[in-house]
C-alpha cells in the first residue's frame, strides 16, 4: 500500500501544440488487480493551463486508505511548453503528505510548503512539479532524444530526474492500442524504479509502473481519454 502514495510522475515546443482541452482517466493496479482509478483534466486558454487529478481508492485499498489523492498545477505556457507557477498536493485524512510549491522564475526561485514549514530554493530552469511533467510530453520529441533530465517537485522538496530512452513498445490499453516510447530511470538497487511508455499520436502517458526497493509494483493504465483541440 505505500505504492499508492507514489502515483504520479518533461522539456520543448510551442503553446500552439497543445490541444484545448484533455480529459484522461487511468486504472490504478497492484498486482493485476485494480484498486483506484486516477481522473485527470487539462485546459489551455490563451497562454495559461490549468491541470487537476483525483486519484480515488476503490476496493480493497478504499477500505485501507479511503482519502482521495488530489493534484492541482497552473501556470504559463511558452516556447518550451508548461511553466508551473503553483502546485498543490492534497492527500485526505492525512496531512502529512501535502505539498504546495510556488514558482517565482523572476527571482529563480521556488518556495515549497509542507508541514507548516516554508522552504525556498533556487529554481533551475525547465523544472517541472509531479503533475505537470506528465503532460510536459506534449511539447517534447522523444524520438529525437536518448536521455531525458529534468529537475521536479511534489511540492515538499525538489529533486532531479533522468530516464533512459528506449525503444517503441506496443501496447493494449483501455482506450485502445498504445504505440509508445519506453522510458526507464534505470534505479540502483535498492531505489525505486519509474517505468513510463509515452503515446507516440498523443504524446501523453499510456502506462506506467512504479517498482519499489522490495519488488512492490503499481501499474498506471490508459482507459479512457477525450481530447479537444
Known amino acids: ?22 480529459e484522461a482517466r487511468y486504472d490504478v493496479l497492484i498486482s493485476g488487480m485494480k484498486v483506484g482509478q486516477m481522473d485527470e483534466t487539462y ?9 487537476s487529478s483525483t486519484t480515488t481508492p476503490q476496493g480493497i485499498l478504499a477500505a485501507l486508505k479511503p482519502g482521495k489523492i ?17 502546485f498543490d498536493h492534497v492527500r485526505e485524512n492525512d496531512a502529512n503528505k501535502n505539498g504546495h510549491a510556488e514558482f517565482d522564475w523572476s527571482a529563480k526561485k521556488i518556495t515549497l510548503t509542507h508541514d507548516g514549514q516554508k522552504t525556498v530554493l ?49 501496447l493494449d490499453t483501455g482506450a485502445g492500442p498504445c504505440e509508445g516510447v519506453y522510458l526507464d530511470n534505470q534505479a540502483k ?12 499520436r498523443y504524446k501523453l502517458p499510456c502506462k506506467m ?18 481530447i479537444s483541440p
Open 189 to 200: 538497487t535498492g531505489e525505486s524504479r519509474t517505468e513510463i511508455w509515452v503515446s507516440t
Open 70 to 86: 488530489i493534484s492541482t498545477s497552473a501556470g504559463l505556457i511558452d516556447s518550451k511548453g508548461l511553466r508551473p507557477e503553483t
Open 122 to 170: 533556487p529554481l533551475p530552469e525547465g523544472t517541472q512539479d509531479r503533475l505537470s511533467a506528465m503532460y510536459q510530453f506534449m511539447f517534447l520529441d522523444l524520438g529525437k532524444l536518448s536521455s531525458l533530465d529534468f529537475p521536479m517537485t511534489d511540492g515538499k522538496k525538489l529533486d532531479s530526474y533522468h530516464y533512459a530512452v528506449g525503444p517503441l513498445q506496443n
Open 209 to 226: 509502473i512504479i517498482t519499489d526497493a522490495h519488488g512492490e509494483q503499481v501499474t498506471q493504465l490508459l482507459s479512457s481519454l477525450r
Open 1 to 22: 500500500m505505500r505504492l499508492f502514495a507514489l502515483l504520479f510522475v518533461f522539456l520543448s515546443g510551442t503553446a500552439s501544440a497543445a490541444p484545448a482541452s484533455i
Open 43 to 51: 485546459t489551455r486558454k490563451g497562454d495559461h493551463y490549468a491541470l
